[in-house]
């Protein structure tokens, strides 16, 4: 768990040190060739995604156009109603993850999936994620529907065949049964701790690699 990362300076030390920090430096992946191109009148969708600390997925994708919200959550278990706590014993088979809802005719489902492989998250980093351990910072795309489910294996295939990363994808992608949200603390909270070591440390660096590396998908306006 985080808190114990997360009560001074010394913290940052231990984090600057962890041997978990990511192995594949950011880099802009391949587009999918498979995608899913809005149909006309098409209202928003949802997309589900895990990839280490959930603090850091939301805040890169609520800085992405054609996203209208990030939620932290909870996917992948079966417990009803489950805490962090719960999640945090690793024994719920729950994922901290996000759901994100968005305008397909903006930003496209495939075009959400090049960003998390590319600045959110490590792919092939199992079941871990920077200073993080356990399956529940796994990485984890938690498809809505069979069609997301088709494109996320098929890019995971396209990623693979082109040898984007120097060591295997162990990202996973399971169909979404239950989201559930986090506690309220654990929302927007980048935007609301931006000087806390850890969030200094390992979730700030993907947000600003999305500027960088991805500018024409990044806004700076935050999404709720």
Known sequence: ???????????????????????????????????????????????????????????????????????????????????????GSETTGYAESVQITYDPRVVTYGQLLRIYFSVATDPTQLNRQGPDSGTS???????????????????????????????????RVDMLTRFWPAEDYHQNYLSLHPDQPYIVLNDLPKQRNLQRLLPAMYTPTRAP
């Open 1 to 87: 768990m985080r808190s114990l990362l997360l009560a001074s300076i010394s913290a940052l030390a231990l984090l600057a040190c962890s041997p978990a920090l990511a192995d594949q430096a950011p880099r802009v992946v391949p587009a999918p060739t498979l995608d899913m191109p809005a149909p006309a009148g098409a209202g928003l969708q949802t997309a589900g995604l895990a990839g280490g600390c959930f603090w850091g997925m939301e805040g890169v994708f609520e800085h992405v156009r054609g996203v209208r919200s990030v939620v932290s959550g909870y996917s992948g278990g079966t417990m009803a109603h489950p805490t962090y706590e719960d999640v």
């Open 137 to 171: 910072y796994r990485g984890d795309i938690f498809a809505a529907n069979a069609d997301q489910a088709r494109v996320a294996r098929a890019y995971i295939a396209q990623l693979t065949a082109a040898h984007a990363y120097s060591a295997p994808i162990v990202t």
